[in-house]
């Protein structure tokens, strides 16, 4: 039969009534008995940890002439959150002593798992010396040595010792030799810093030993430790070769700062920095770039170019105060329109600082923003691009209903400054009434109406080239009021296999006469009918412009789902019932009364295949307005993606209605298990009638890129090409090329 017993852990053992039987009382029948032949399941009592020690084993040993208690057979020891398992296991009450023997596995406390021949525990269920170990740690890594010891520091210091995040096994669970480890003299580990620092250390790949790694350590615990970060190499024909690195400083755990410099062949230096810290509130983070180089500092017929300092600053953060208030901000300040594309930074047309406190609740919003923007356009003027402060929006919906639907009330603002062109400050408040209901048909309806009433203050409207932009110059108001239905009915069936799902649908917006261009256009200039605007109240994107009159809107959606397939698709028109005054450019698809056909077609396949297309159909002749193709067929090992968009608008008068023709390609092909070859270019096939402002030739590389990579589990390396096309500035055309190199867990990038 179980017994079932307990003993504390002292310098010597002695009985205690923890459980229904003592040791006193168990030692007799033991040592009679000599063994057991059913587990045993132990409550032990530890001094050190004042944590009960159990186990459970085949049998149980007892020997009161040499005070020893030996398990066997499937033993198992837990104290706390850690653990061991093995054939044999040893208590000594003279010396206090646990002693684990044969395919041991020891579990500390923090989950890393010593795999051994033999193991001695003490008092405080703590391991102590070990030959032909191997460490497992939770966060994936491995330690493997000849021999080990624990100090009286409790540092475990390991001999001939050697680090390795690869697995050791491959998935048939055969042995097989890590992609790279580290070797060392002496490692020594230590648990309650959960720190592992490296003597002699040695990088090896595939064998062979490359690079030495002086002062090398890393966590236990998966969190960052301070050290240097292994070096970029990358060489393009505007700075030459570049070698890159940087030193890692774990400052806190909630805060860390990364210094960085790049040395170039044929630029000067340039630092980096990069701050990062996480508060109770929240977390913020700021990057910082510094040099002194050549630039282009007119884009004239002749640039003239100096020396001058140069750099980019990146910050960000988000802030919570409660679960309603928040702050959000980001600053982006480049010291000029070239900087970020000369040392491959970033290929941003535009960079956006913003600050933003927002509270948010169930039937509430409330926004205090602002925001600025640097152009880093060649041929912008950075006097007209406006300046946001403040950019005031709040909502309010009523806890009620009202005529059984939804009320939500809104008041914004925004004042717009310039340097060099028109400001323009706007405020306005209004409501909206939302019913939406199922028919005993099956119909889905939905009823809205909304009222609204806007005040305009405008200065310097002459400067505003485009005349449909600039609105009347003082103040100016409008009101604006919108009521609309919508009906879609969904019919629901069987078709090729699987569920079809055919849904008409049919819209009725009204309003009347609106004073549009008697306001600034500052928000609504990118308008374009697409499927995603079709059914939209007011298919402008902002709130300066406004669709008037009548219309109807008509159309459908049909979708497919069999097994693993799925195919959507939907197309509509809208015919304006009224001829008001024109605010639509030509071109947009919406400028006579019945617009142009749009639509969107998704195939899917798994995970295998994905295709969607969008286009725009001219309603007089069917030419294509608008042809846009996203394809992705493969997996993510092998596959191929291709990008096409057409806009042939065929208008020339509005600038942010240009045609373009633009296709976009990218492949990956894997060879063998872990080699892989990739690229991936950019096109531009504008021609000269199409736009004749930048005289294209119908085929303009813009970047390619080619590569070469090896990955498996744990390692990653490789090299890749890239060519540029265009020269902006002192970012000129040409080629660059870069080798990269990553280890699992060790933070090499």
């Known amino acids: 039969m179980a017994a079932s017993f307990s003993v504390r852990m002292e310098p010597l053992w002695r ?55 030996t398990a066997r057979g499937n033993v198992i020891l837990r104290n706390k959150d850690a653990s061991v398992r093995a054939d044999e296991v040893e208590w000594d009450r003279t010396t206090a002593t646990i002693t684990a023997r044969g395919n041991v596995r020891f579990v500390d406390r923090s989950g890393n798992q010593i795999f051994t021949e033999t193991v001695q525990l003490n008092d405080a269920f703590e391991a102590g010396e070990m030959d032909d170990l191997l460490l497992a740690l939770r966060t994936g890594g491995r330690l493997a040595a000849r021999s080990a010891e624990r100090g009286e520091d409790g540092v475990v210091l390991l001999n001939d010792a050697a680090y390795s995040a690869c697995p050791v096994t491959d998935e048939a669970g055969c042995e097989r030799d890590p992609s790279w480890r580290i070797t060392a003299s002496r490692i020594s580990y230590d648990p309650e810093q959960s720190r ?72 000067a230096p340039m630092a980096r920095a990069q701050f990062r810290h996480f508060t109770e509130k929240g977390a913020y983070q700021i990057t910082g770039y510094a040099t002194n180089s050549r630039r282009v500092a007119n884009f004239g017929v002749a640039p003239t170019t100096e020396s001058d300092p140069r750099g ?50 169930d039937n509430s919003y409330f926004s205090l923003a602002g925001w600025a923007t640097q152009t880093l356009r060649i041929a912008a003027d950075q006097g007209q ?69 806007d005040v305009y203050n405008t200065e310097d409207t002459l400067s505003t080239l485009t005349q449909v932009y600039r609105g009347n110059e003082g103040w100016t108001t409008r009101g604006v009021a919108t009521a609309a239905v919508d009906v879609e009915w969904p019919f629901v069936g069987e078709a090729f296999g699987g569920t079809q799902v055919l849904t008409p649908r049919v819209q009725f917006v009204a309003s009347p006469n609106i004073r549009n261009l008697a306001v600034p256009n500052e928000d609504a200039r990118a308008i374009d009918l697409e499927d995603s605007n079709l059914f939209a109240l007011n298919r402008f994107s902002g709130y300066d412009r406004v669709e008037d009159g009548a219309r109807v809107t008509y159309g459908f959606d049909w979708e497919l789902n069999r097994p693993g397939w799925r195919v959507k698709t939907n197309i509509g028109q809208s015919y304006r019932l009224t001829n008001e005054e024109e605010i639509f450019p030509d071109g947009t698809g919406l400028s006579d009364r019945f617009s142009d056909f749009v639509g969107r077609t998704e195939v899917r396949y798994k995970n295998f295949v994905s295709f969607t297309h969008r286009f725009r159909l001219d309603k007089d002749n069917f030419a294509v307005r608008r042809n846009e193709i996203d394809a992705t067929i493969g997996s993510q090992r092998n596959y191929v993606e291709i990008g096409y968009l057409r806009l042939n608008r065929n208008i020339q008068t509005v600038e942010d209605l240009s045609d373009r023709e633009e296709v976009r390609a990218a492949a990956r092909v894997t060879i063998g298990r872990n080699w892989s070859v990739f690229g991936s270019g950019v096109f531009n096939l504008t021609n000269e009638n199409e736009d004749p402002v930048f005289a294209p030739d119908g085929f303009e590389p813009i970047r390619t890129r080619l590569g070469i990579a090896y990955r498996d589990d744990c390692i990653e390396f490789g090299a890749t090409w890239r060519r540029d096309f265009i020269t902006f500035g002192d970012a000129e055309q040409g080629n660059s090329f870069r080798l990269f190199f990553a280890l699992r867990n060790l933070g090499f990038r």
């Not at 208030?325 to 047309?349: M, P, V």
């Open 312 to 361: 980019y600053l990146a910050a960000n953060g988000r802030f919570i105060f409660s679960p309603e208030w928040s702050l959000t901000g980001s600053i982006r300040l480049a010291s000029d329109r070239t900087f970020l594309r000369r040392y491959d930074i970033s290929r941003d047309d535009r960079l956006r600082s913003t600050i933003n406190l927002e509270r948010i609740d």
């Open 15 to 69: 009985a205690t009534g923890v459980a229904t039987l003592s040791l006193c009382a168990l030692s007799a029948p033991l040592a009679a008995q000599d063994q057991t032949d059913s587990p045993q399941e132990t409550p032990i009592e530890d001094v050190a940890s004042d944590e009960p020690i159990t186990f459970e084993a085949d049998s149980v040993d007892y020997d009161s002439g040499q005070e020893r208690i």
């Open 385 to 453: 691009i406006p300046l946001a402060v403040p950019a005031l929006d709040y909502r309010q919906r009523l806890g009620r209903e009202v005529l059984g639907g939804t009320v939500e009330f809104q008041a914004n603002t925004v004042a717009l400054i310039r340097d060099e062109g028109q400001d323009t400050q706007r405020a306005f408040a209004g409501a909206k009434w939302d019913l939406s209901t199922l028919t005993g048909l099956g119909q889905m309806v939905t009823l809205t109406g909304l009222v609204r009433g």
């Open 196 to 267: 592992i620092r490296f003597d002699g250390a040695m990088l090896e790949l595939f064998g062979a030993r490359l690079i030495p790694l002086p002062g090398l350590a890393l966590r236990t615990d998966g969190a960052a430790e301070s050290g240097f970060l292994i070096p970029n190499i990358r060489f393009d024909q505007v700075n030459g070769l570049e070698v890159s690195g940087e030193y890692y400083w774990r400052m806190a755990d909630n805060k860390e700062l990364t210094l960085g410099t790049h040395v170039y062949t044929d630029a």
